[in-house]
């Protein structure tokens, strides 16, 4: 299966984007997907995860009330709603299909990777 991550951009601090991502080559409707970002100089970090069905969401600290994740399994996507950005959510955002339906926040549980998408806040 193949992941494209798209919506990224340049935003002013405290605006918003909408990041998607779309699966080619097989359904991800059973796999749990999440968000993962990028900072230059900085590991791989977790941002949100969904479950198969869109039922149960997780989030990282950083990041909790101010970006949603939901999917619309019909479509084969994944969407990211962030809110309030601030400077420090610049990065490039990841998204990967889970090897199961479960939630997971370790990198080593998701077997297919997106090639990212850049996110710019400007202060």
């Known amino acids: 299966v193949q992941l494209q991550a798209y919506g990224g951009g340049l935003v002013q601090a405290g605006g918003s984007l909408r990041l998607s991502c779309a699966a080619r080559?097989?359904?991800?409707?059973?796999?749990?997907v999440g968000w993962f970002r990028q900072a230059p100089g900085k590991e791989r970090e977790f941002v949100a995860a969904?479950?198969?069905?869109?039922?149960?969401?997780t989030y990282a600290d950083s990041v909790k009330g101010r970006f949603s994740i939901s999917r619309d399994r019909t479509k084969n996507t994944v969407l990211l709603q962030m809110n309030s950005l601030k400077f420090e959510d610049t990065a490039v955002y990841y998204c990967?299909?889970?090897?199961?339906?479960?939630?997971?926040?370790?990198?080593?549980?998701?077997?297919?990777w997106g090639q990212g998408t850049l996110v710019t806040v400007s202060s």
């Open positions: 080559g097989r359904t991800i409707s059973n796999n749990a």
């Open positions: 990967a299909a889970a090897r199961s339906s479960m939630m997971a926040v370790e990198p080593s549980e998701y077997r297919y």
């Open positions: 969904i479950n198969w069905n869109g039922g149960s969401t």
